[in-house]
């Protein structure tokens, strides 16, 4: 398989075109849910949107 890469700015569509591509083709792409040290936005999920650990825990993660 080959990577598909999503980019674009706030906005643009891209979690609604992410979604509709996940659920025509279940079987065929997942998706990356990066970390960030910032706190969530108004209707972020942990664990879906991002992870949302301390800077304590990343450097942690760096670390091991």
């Given amino acids: 398989y080959k990577p598909l890469v999503v980019?674009?700015?706030?906005?643009a569509g891209?979690?609604?075109?992410?979604?509709g591509i996940k659920a025509?083709?279940?079987d065929r792409f997942?998706?990356?849910?990066s970390f960030t040290t910032r706190k969530p936005r108004e209707g972020?999920?942990?664990?879906?949107h991002y992870f949302f650990v301390t800077r304590e825990?990343?450097?942690v993660m760096i670390a091991n």
């Fill in 24 to 26: 025509k083709y279940t």
């Fill in 44 to 48: 972020e999920v942990n664990g879906k």
């Fill in 14 to 19: 891209k979690g609604t075109l992410i979604d």
């Fill in 30 to 33: 997942g998706f990356s849910v």
């Fill in 57 to 59: 825990e990343f450097e």
């Fill in 7 to 11: 980019v674009g700015p706030s906005g």
